[in-house]
Nanobody, 123 residues
């Protein structure tokens, strides 16, 4: 069993930065592929970025060049550095982890989810 706890959300002006953290507990959490998703009001949950243990990061086109995903396996923590934030980045951001292989952008392949952290970008 893996528990995920996100932190670091908040209110920021357009052009600003935030760093999200996701602390994972569980003996094998460091071996899991992990990702960030987000969900804006009235919209479906969408993929943001993913990184497997030691793998190449993958980004949604909408955040490429602005967001950076990283992980510290020693601390079982996943990060999302968000720069040049835009109002359209406003959403609840969720950390996810999975124990089995699958398409990294597909939410249904992740079997562990955090509670989410709100990010609001004002114009």
């Amino acid at each position: 069993q893996v528990q995920l706890v996100e932190s670091g959300g908040g209110l920021v002006q357009a052009g600003g930065s935030l760093r999200l953290s996701c602390a994972a507990s569980g003996r094998t959490a460091g071996n899991y592929a992990m990702a960030w998703f987000r969900q804006a009001p009235g919209k479906e949950r969408e993929f943001v970025a993913a990184r497997s243990s030691g793998g190449t990061p993958l980004y949604a086109d909408s955040v490429k060049g602005r967001f950076t995903i990283s992980r510290d396996n020693d601390r079982n923590t996943l990060y999302l550095q968000m720069n040049s934030l835009k109002p359209e980045d406003t959403a609840v951001y969720y950390c996810a982890a999975r124990s089995l292989p699958g398409p990294p952008m597909a939410a249904h392949t992740y079997n562990y989810w955090g509670q989410g952290t709100q990010v609001t970008v004002s114009s």
